[in-house]
Nanobody, 111 residues
Framework: QVQLVESGGGLVQAGGSLRLSCVVS????????IDWYRQAPGKQREFVAR???????NYADSVTGRFTISRDNAKNTVYLQLNRLKPEDTGVYYC?????WGQGTQVTVSS
């Protein structure tokens, strides 16, 4: 059973940065495609970024050029670097693999 634990969220001003972490247990991330999603209040959960097992990354149009997904295989951890944050980036950020989800970490961007 894969388990995912997110951390690193917080309150930041517009234009600021955060780095989110997703620690994975139960499987080796080097053979997994790991996604980040987010959910704003009153909205559906939406895709943010994916890092594939062979290293290629994909991003939602809304975050391309501002967010970067990466991984550290030795720590079995996936990261999401959030730069030039905007108020519309506010939400709960979730790590995902197949049907496994973490508990989420709150990101709040003030204007």
């Amino acid at each position: 059973q894969v388990q995912l634990v997110e951390s690193g969220g917080g309150l930041v001003q517009a234009g600021g940065s955060l780095r989110l972490s997703c620690v994975v247990s139960g499987s080796f991330i080097g053979v997994m495609n790991i996604d980040w999603y987010r959910q704003a209040p009153g909205k559906q959960r939406e895709f943010v970024a994916r890092i594939r097992s062979y290293g290629v990354a994909n991003y939602a149009d809304s975050v391309t050029g501002r967010f970067t997904i990466s991984r550290d295989n030795a720590k079995n951890t996936v990261y999401l670097q959030l730069n030039r944050l905007k108020p519309e980036d506010t939400g709960v950020y979730y790590c995902n693999y197949a049907d496994s989800w973490g508990q989420g970490t709150q990101v709040t961007v003030s204007s």
